[in-house]
């Protein structure tokens, strides 16, 4: 126990001295919930659109001012025609164009109907669904103050949004960002200090010295599981401190699922560890081989729902997938543990899983 | 210059001497870019609803009949128990409840004005919003036909509807992979370039083969040059895999604009990107600190490069941290000349932004590279 | 031996913050000389030969090696000496006949020349049949010796050899100093630091360095005289005795 003791001591050592890998464990959270709170968001605000107005009538000029006062967008008047329009948007920095026809409010008083063409750069179909939809809406209440029907057969919606009343992001993305980051960190600090272990050839010292070996990698997992869960209480308490995230559950339970997926974490880690021969085999895989998937795999950017069924049966091997289930659950909605044992039991299946793998491989090698 | 040919032998062999590392380059970026566009997709559909309908009226029914026909909507729930839907909500089984008060078509027709309730599950924002947008506009839509209904009965009333027309450009069918898989591609691209060639160089410090290196007369630049020209024929070799074979070939993506354009402009970016990895190599002594210092900024150059989600949202600052982001500039020409078909012209500033971070990243690694410390 | 200067130093000195690792080294190597530069661990031996082969300026003091200056003429140096470090720094994924053409290629020896001279040294090394092997599948033995041949391989004026001989068995030390001598016998100047002090008798001169200060510098035998010992090995813990630094 004692020895056990002296190689924690001497991996923290290992940690601590160097500050490049300080920045990664403890600058990227911070980095991206500062990023995600702050920065990210699929709002649009500002966006900069073209007005082309052949008509100059009364109608189109208060239509016009409609689009002033509307915060998502920022007016241009020019009269361009289609082959312009299209040049215009190769700029890449005008996103949408609306083009009155002549004479827009003669056609709508004298012939009932009337069309504004909205011309959008579809390159980004979120954006583009998105100004559209901004622009039919400032067309509906057009409609309704222009013709004066406001009143009759009114339905009004009254929403109400649960969880997230004001609809940020960050509700979204403190749970996502949690999950890639103890995930990503983990694996990839374990299995990279084990491997380089074996490169420097110091791992083959340390086998033969009188020390069990699972106690070596042990050793090796225990200085990230505590920075991992330091790592988490930074996290948490910039996200309430600093963006006013609510915990609505169990902090405990909290802390504990996260020990579990940080346990995870660790053994995939070091399954790589076993699989690989260099650091920068192991880097490839636990960098490039995990960072996008992970990103987009765990759900909190794009919602998994969306994609095609193999790809949502795929995801289901992305230990962070369940981990962002359990604390959208856990945090924000504020549910005990009856609601989560099921991702729970996955996660401590995968890390079950995970470890005898690794293990077994270990022990091989050692054969 | 003949020194340039001994140190390019050498690195090429030592590339294709290890063949794992080799498999992985070009299978990581193959296998992403066929999958992970299918999975990025902000497009919401499937909203899944449940109803409770106290009013059980024509109007309340066409009303639902509407919403199950419009096709983003999945009907969970009928008319079940209330408490039932909202714990729904809670399980996650639905994203939203309607409730449709006692009395809906009578004061509506009566009153000229009724109340419908929505409850919406608001973790994701977004989907909320844009799920809360989708049910408001065929509510709105259903609102519009009976009135027009009414209308229609009441045949003094004049009308007039102003509609509009939406004309998507460069991508009608609104299809979000055309999007992704030029910027995913440069993402593959950006990261193999700079990680392997940080790596690379600080392995040859770790082993020590550096040492050697610099107690012969080899010129910095020279050595440095060496290094580049390997991983820049990597990445255009990955590049052009994901290109012509897995965006051509599995999303049928084919550039609009003119390739030329996009490999000059793919062969400044790779310059100024390995001259990243090489300045973070400069910086470390190991692998594991060029790997962390790399995957910190890969990770704030990808969520800042406007990716995932789009630039003009951002407040101020940010939109100032993704100007001074190289990752940004290639995604967006990408999107442009494979999209779009922008040509030099349009593009001519990327090209000098560029330029100038080539320069900028390649001139501070190569003085920060000390052959003598 | 001509007389002619391949090494002077004059209070050469290097401080990493506080600490001096080399303080105030005043010597000359002649050339053609077999120079052995003997200390304990960590007593600078190192550092001292780094600031020599441009690896390292100095914090104070001078120096000149090939006639160039540490301080300005570093790359010049460069072009002058061949290096071979403690630890073994060819390319282990890499053949010996490529390790060879490459560090050749960059040292500037004609196209033409390499091959030929390669061939040659090989089956001197006895390395020839094992030319297309990799380097990281030879015993440490010939791995050193292939990493002197690639020091001389460009017939530098002068070549640093900084513990060549460390964990060798005595057999291959011996062929290892046969390779010394050959090239010194062509002229080349050899500067090495060992602790080993039976090779210690192998060199024309030795200095003994100790906590960063040379405290001796003559004749193996002329050292042996004036501390009144029978081997170097005496010497050397006569003069080691007061050392501060411990070795690491």
Known sequence: MKQLFIFIKKEFKHVFRDQKTLLLLFGLPIA????????????????????????????????????????????????????????????????????????????????????????????????????????????????????????????????????????????????????????????????????????????????????????????????????????????????????????????????????????????????????????????????????????????????????????????????SKWYYIIVKDVMIKGLGFAAIWKETLILFGMTLFLLVVSIRKFKTRLA | MNTLLFLLQKEYRQIFRNPTLLRMILAIPVIQLTILPLAADFEIKNINVAIVDYDRSTYSRDLVHKIESSGYFVLVDYNGDPKASFGYLESDEADVIIEIPEGFERNLVRENHEELFLSINAINGTKANVGGGYLSQVIQDFNQEIRADWVFRKPNKRSAIAEMVTINRFNPLLNYQFFMVPGILAILVTMIGAYMCALNIVKEKEVGTIEQINVTPVKKHLFILGKLIPFWTIGVFVFSIGLFLVARLVYGIIPVGNVLLLYAYLSLYLIAVLGVGLLVSTYSQTQQQAMSLAFFFMMIFILMSGLFTPIEGMPAWAKFITQLNPVTYFIEVMRMVVMKGSSFEHISRHFAIMLGFAIFFNSWAVWNYRKTS | ???????????????????????????????????????????????????????????????????????????????????????????????????????????????????????????????????????????????????????????PEIVFLDEPTGGVDPVTRRQFWDLIYEASDQGITIFVTTHYMDEAEYCHRISMMVDGYIKALDTPTALKQNYGAESMDEVFFELARGAQRKGD
């Not at chain 1, 109400?160 to 600090?189: D, S």
């Not at chain 1, 990698?217 to 790592?231: E, M, R």
């Not at chain 3, 000359?28 to 030969?49: H, R, S, Y």
């Not at chain 3, 160039?68 to 994924?93: A, P, W």
Request: aromatic fraction near 8%; charge should be negative; charged fraction near 15%.
């Open chain 3, 1 to 155: 031996m001509t007389g002619e200067v391949a090494i002077s130093t004059d209070k050469l000195t290097k401080r990493f913050g506080d600490f001096v690792a080399a303080n105030e080294i005043t010597f000359d190597v002649k050339k053609g000389e077999i120079f052995g530069f003997l200390g304990a661990n960590g007593a600078g031996k190192t550092t001292a030969m780094r600031m020599l082969c441009g690896l390292s300026i100095p914090s104070s003091g001078q120096a000149t090696v090939a006639g160039f200056d540490v301080y300005r003429q570093t790359e010049e140096i460069k072009k002058n000496i061949g290096y071979m470090s403690q630890k073994f720094s060819l390319y282990e994924d890499l053949t010996v006949w490529e390790n060879i053409r490459f560090f050749a290629g960059i040292y500037g020896v004609p196209r033409s020349e390499i091959a030929p001279r390669a061939k040659e040294k090989l089956r001197q090394l006895g390395l020839y049949h094992q030319r297309n092997q990799l380097v990281a599948s030879l015993p440490l033995g010939w791995k050193q010796k292939l990493s002197f041949s690639v020091a001389v391989f460009h017939q």
């Open chain 1, 32 to 319: 991206q919930i500062l990023l995600f709170g702050f920065a990210l968001t699929n709002e649009i605000k500002d966006s900069r659109i073209v007005v082309a107005d052949y008509a100059g009538d009364g109608a189109s000029q208060q239509l016009i001012e409609r689009f002033r006062q509307n915060d998502s967008f920022v007016l241009e008047q020019s009269l361009l025609g289609a082959d312009d329009i299209d040049e215009v948007f190769k700029q890449g920095i005008v996103k949408l164009a609306v083009v009155f026809p002549e004479q827009f409010e003669k056609s709508l008083i004298h012939e009932g109907k009337a069309q504004v063409q909205l011309i959008a750069d579809a390159t980004d179909p979120n954006t583009a669904t998105t100004l559209t939809n901004y622009a039919q809406a400032i067309m509906r209440d057009f409609q309704v103050s222009y013709l004066g029907t406001a009143s009759n057969l009114q339905i009004e919606v009254v929403t109400r949004n649960f969880y997230n009343p004001e609809l940020r992001g960050t509700t979204n993305f403190v749970p996502g960002v949690m999950a890639l980051v103890l995930l990503l960190v983990c694996v990839l600090m374990t299995s990279v200090s084990i491997v380089r272990e074996k490169e420097l050839g110091t791992m083959e010292i340390l086998l033969v010295s009188p020390f069990n070996p699972l106690m070596v990698i042990l050793a090796k997992a225990v200085p990230y599981l505590i920075l991992s869960i330091i790592n988490l209480t930074v996290i948490l308490l910039l996200s309430v401190f600093l963006l006013d995230m609510p915990i609505n559950g169990s902090i405990p339970l909290l802390f504990a699922v996260s020990t579990l997926l940080i346990m995870t974490a660790l053994s995939l880690g070091l399954l790589i560890s076993n699989s690989t021969n260099s650091q920068q085999e192991a880097m490839l895989i636990s960098l490039m081989g995990m960072l996008l998937p992970t990103m987009m795999f765990t759900g909190f950017i794009f919602p998994i729902e969306n994609m095609p069924v193999p790809l949502q049966v795929l995801s289901n091997i992305i230990p």
